[in-house]
């Protein structure tokens, strides 16, 4: 405690790091559970009071921490949510307002020049502890945003956000089995979720997402090939037509006159179209979401009585895992991984994550059918294998 209390009192980089650990120490310190540490801490109270009180006064008596100009981290956070860059999705805007305070909290009167690197990697770390994984990358993410946009805007020269080694989350390890995919997708058309089919299948063989599948239009199947960008992330993607999806695009071709809507042309008609007397309309990501969730529970509901025994662990899946099983299922299909990117818009680093994350799923599958081909064998020539 004296030591680190002693190291804090530095105006150097090395002090500023000592007063930040001495903070997420304070913060995190229990009431001593028993005679032992009830004495251990009267041994050195004092130097926790002084401690506390030293960071305490260092906001308005401490030079480092005043800073030397109005470019402190709150204002570059308002300059960034005020003209983001215009690349920056709305979805990415709104996850990271929602994580501002945790940064305004830390550093909001820090001169933007004064943190380094080893401040932020230090609280990325104490947020993995205290939050979560996928929350400490958030928010890091978001101050780095915001760096970057200082650096354009020459308040900085660099940004403290970079190699920070961030950890990345295991993620999901869900893929559409074949067998699960087409029952569902069978009872979907059978029980009024066409739209709800639509989407498993087209994701399924585009590995387009919920918010990019939601902005085809019918006019976009008169080309054998689809050539969009990615709406949260601008990547581009080049996908063609396969008869799966082409027949769900007839069938809704077929189904227009059902919709009670006059389209100038049936090809600016949604392709994902939603019906009801106040929702009707195209889809966008949440209302494909929420009705592909609607859809699972009604089957649920089925399966429980004793129906439909091939969807019992259809409840596992997300509408979303329908991307990751596309990149899958064209890796299974002996598409080399250079060439899957190109198709689903994935980054090659991203592809080649899901594809890691699924390894052991698809080496089970892969030693089943080794098993397989190795029992015939053994029969051909007369092996006993019991």
């Known amino acids: 405690w004296a030591g680190l209390l002693r190291e804090a009192h530095a105006q150097t980089a090395d002090g500023e790091a000592a007063r930040t650990k001495l903070r997420i120490i304070l913060e995190k310190l229990q009431p001593p559970a028993d005679d032992e540490a009830r004495w251990r801490r009267a041994m050195v109270q004092d130097i926790i009071t002084a401690a506390s009180d030293y960071l305490a006064l260092r906001p308005t008596h401490d030079p480092a921490r005043v800073p030397r100009s109005n470019r402190t981290v709150s204002s570059m956070l308002d300059g ?70 200082a650096m354009l805007n020459d308040w900085v020269s660099d940004s403290p956000c970079t190699k920070l080694k961030k950890a990345q989350p295991e993620g999901r ?63 581009e993607a080049v996908v063609a037509w396969l008869p799966q999806v082409r027949a769900r695009a007839e069938r809704r071709r077929q189904a227009l006159a059902s919709d009670g809507i006059n389209y100038i042309t049936p090809d600016v008609a949604p392709f994902l179209f939603r019906r009801g007397e106040l929702t009707r309309g195209p889809h966008h990501s949440k209302t494909i979401g929420e009705r592909y969730r609607e859809a699972r529970t009604a089957v649920m509901a089925q399966v429980r009585i ?41 980054s090659q680093r991203d592809a080649e994550r899901i594809l890691r994350r699924h390894y052991l799923m698809l080496t089970e599958e892969g030693a089943q059918e080794t098993a397989a081909l190795y029992e015939r064998y053994a029969a051909v020539q007369n092996l006993a294998l019991k």
């Open 80 to 149: 960034y949510f005020a003209n983001p860059p215009k690349a920056t999705s709305g979805s990415t805007l709104k996850q990271y307002l929602k994580v501002r305070h945790h940064i305004d909290r830390r550093f909001g009167p820090e001169d933007v020049k004064s943190l380094t690197r080893g401040q932020i990697r230090l609280w990325y770390e104490d947020l993995i502890e205290t939050r979560s994984l996928s929350m400490a990358n958030l928010i890091t993410a978001a101050l780095g945003a915001a760096y970057s946009w």
């Open 173 to 235: 390890i869900m893929i559409w089995p074949f067998a699960i995919e087409s029952a569902f997708v069978t009872w979907c058309d059978e029980n009024g979720f066409e739209d709800v089919a639509d989407a498993v299948v087209t994701g399924c063989y585009t590995g387009a997402s919920q918010i990019d599948m939601c902005t085809l239009r019918l006019g976009d199947f008169n080309s054998d090939i689809w050539r969009f960008r990615r709406v949260k992330t601008k990547q």
């Open 306 to 346: 004793g129906d439909l025994p091939e969807l019992v662990t259809l409840h596992e899946l997300n509408l979303s895992d329908t991307r990751d099983t596309c990149v899958t299922r064209l890796f299974l299909a002996g598409i080399p991984l250079d060439r899957i990117p190109l198709w689903t818009g994935h």
